[in-house]
C-alpha cells in the first residue's frame, strides 16, 4: 500500500537561512508526487509536481525537491527562507487505485516557524 | 478564473442536526474529493467521485453523504450519525496527473 511519511512535525528556522523538509514515500511503481503548502485557516496551494524526467523540479516562491528513487525521496528545499515561508507543508504521492480511481495519499505535514 | 469555491466558510452546527457544505469547481475536473483535516491529523479521505452520479466511500465515509448530480458540484452532509463532526473540511478535484487543487475549506463547529 502506498504510504507518505514526513518525519518532521514541526521545524523552525532563522529567516535567511536554508531549508529542507523530508518526505519519503512507498509505491510500487512510478509516483506522481506533490509538495503543497498551507497557511492557517487556508486550502492547500500546490507548490510543485514531479510526473518523470528531470529529478530535480523547481516550484512557485523559490521551492525546489529533488525525487531519489534509491531512497524513495521527495526533499523539499529552499535556499534561503522568508518570514512568509511560515507554513505547514504537506509531501503527498499521487496514483491509480486497483478500481481505476485516481487517488492521493497525503503525509502528516510539516510545520515551518520562521524566526527573526 | 477557474478554481474551486466552497460555502459556508464558518458553519455552527446544534446537536442532532445534519448540515451541507458546498463545494463548486469550474476547472472542468471530472473527480472530486472531501477530505476532513483535524490538528495533527493530516488529511483524511471522506468521500470521492470520480464521474457524474457515482462516489465511492473514503477511509472516514460513516456519518457522511455525499451526491455527485452534475459535474461542478460536490456536495458533503454531514448527518447526525457523525459523533465527533467538528473540524475543517477541504473540497479538493483532480488534474489529469493526480495533482488536486483545494478549496479554502468550511470549518465546521458543533455547539
Known amino acids: 500500500a502506498q504510504s507518505v511519511t514526513q518525519p518532521d512535525i514541526h521545524i523552525t528556522v532563522s529567516e535567511g537561512a536554508s531549508l529542507e523538509l523530508r518526505c519519503n514515500y512507498s509505491?510500487?511503481?512510478?509516483?506522481?508526487l506533490f509538495w503543497y503548502v498551507q497557511s492557517p485557516g487556508q486550502g492547500l496551494q500546490l507548490l510543485l509536481k514531479?510526473?518523470?524526467?528531470?529529478?530535480l523540479v523547481q516550484g512557485i516562491k523559490g521551492f525546489e525537491a529533488e525525487f531519489k528513487r534509491s531512497q524513495s525521496s521527495f526533499n523539499l528545499r529552499k535556499p534561503s527562507v522568508h518570514w512568509s515561508d511560515a507554513a505547514e507543508y504537506f509531501c503527498?504521492?499521487?496514483?491509480?487505485?486497483?478500481?481505476?480511481?485516481?487517488?492521493?495519499?497525503f503525509g502528516t505535514g510539516t510545520k515551518l516557524q520562521v524566526i527573526p | 478564473d477557474g478554481g474551486i469555491t466552497q460555502s459556508p466558510k464558518y458553519l455552527f452546527r446544534k446537536e442532532g442536526q445534519n448540515v451541507t457544505l458546498s463545494c463548486e469547481q469550474n476547472?472542468?475536473?471530472?473527480?472530486m474529493y472531501w477530505y476532513r483535516q483535524d490538528p495533527g491529523q493530516g488529511l483524511r479521505l471522506i468521500y470521492y467521485?470520480?464521474?457524474?452520479?457515482?462516489?465511492q466511500k473514503g477511509d472516514i465515509a460513516e456519518g457522511y453523504s455525499v451526491s455527485r448530480e452534475k459535474k461542478e458540484s460536490f456536495p458533503l452532509t454531514v448527518t447526525s450519525a457523525q459523533k465527533n463532526p467538528t473540524a475543517f473540511y477541504l473540497c479538493?478535484?483532480?488534474?489529469?496527473?493526480?495533482?488536486?487543487?483545494f478549496g479554502p475549506g468550511t470549518r465546521l463547529t458543533v455547539l
Open positions: 514531479y510526473f518523470s524526467g528531470d529529478t
Open positions: 467521485s470520480q464521474i457524474v452520479n457515482d462516489f
Open positions: 509505491y510500487g511503481a512510478t509516483p506522481y
Open positions: 503527498a504521492v499521487g496514483y491509480w487505485s486497483s478500481g481505476g480511481y485516481q487517488k492521493v495519499t
Open positions: 479538493a478535484s483532480t488534474g489529469r496527473r493526480n495533482e488536486q487543487f
Open positions: 476547472l472542468n475536473h471530472d473527480a
